[in-house]
């Protein structure tokens, strides 16, 4: 059996180093994972993507359409863009957060009309045409409770650790991060993969199995 997990963001949100720590876990527990990343225009926070598939079964780094067990949107909207790639009642995990891109707020500032941003609601009416199985995460709470809001990714990752399907346990992806995270951040990165951890059974494992 395998898992495909997808991650969708933009620039700057730390999904090089989400991908980093769970392939170390990964491999600190002999689980075979493949990933295929899309950076593009990171640095000017355009669209990032990450495919990831985990298990013994895989071959190709790219997930199928439709067959990603697991969506990950750091940022919102940016799951609309790769919804074809999760399953019928995938689990996604989407944060509350919206960074609407340049181009959308220059139409914004130049049109006569009114115009308004594209709104949280407005994603989710959309997803939920797809899956119900949605946590909406505010990552950025967590993160400032944590002491550093750099750790959105730490967040979402204490999330998904708390899934049933996530074959790595939480002590790994805990080593993962320490070695991965500059050292004077280690504390507040582990207290937010804590928070994210308890945020999922909160939430979400209210609707999908979680570990016990």
């Known amino acids: 059996m395998s898992l495909n ?14 991908t980093r720590v769970i392939g170390d876990a990964c491999a600190r527990t002999g689980i075979k994972i493949i990933t295929g990343e899309m950076y593009g225009l990171s640095q000017r926070s355009g669209a990032v993507s990450v495919h990831m598939r985990i298990g013994d ?12 067990d697991i969506m990950i949107a750091l940022e919102a909207i940016e799951s609309l863009r790769y919804i074809e790639y999760l399953k019928k009642d995938g689990i996604v ?27 949280l609601d407005q994603v989710l009416s959309r ?52 070695d991965a995270v500059p050292k004077k951040t280690v504390e507040m990165n582990l207290k937010a993969f804590d928070l994210g951890r308890q945020y999922a059974y909160d939430s979400l494992c209210t609707k999908v199995a979680c570990r016990k």
Request: proline share 5%; hydrophobic share 45%; charged share 20%.
């Open 5 to 18: 997990v997808f991650i969708g963001g933009v620039g700057g949100q730390g999904l090089v180093l989400l």
């Open 127 to 178: 997803l939920n045409e797809w899956t119900s199985n949605i946590a909406i995460v505010d990552a950025l709470k967590l993160a400032k409770e944590s002491g550093n809001v750099r750790t959105e990714n730490t967040v979402f990752l204490g999330c998904l650790s708390a899934l049933k399907i996530f074959p790595i346990e939480d002590t790994q992806l805990k080593q993962s991060i320490t």
């Open 57 to 68: 079964d895989v071959f190709s780094p790219l997930i199928p359409v439709g067959e990603a």
């Open 93 to 119: 995990l989407i944060n509350k957060r919206i960074m609407h891109p340049p181009i959308e707020t220059s139409k914004i500032v130049d049109s006569k009309n009114k115009i308004e941003y594209f709104a």
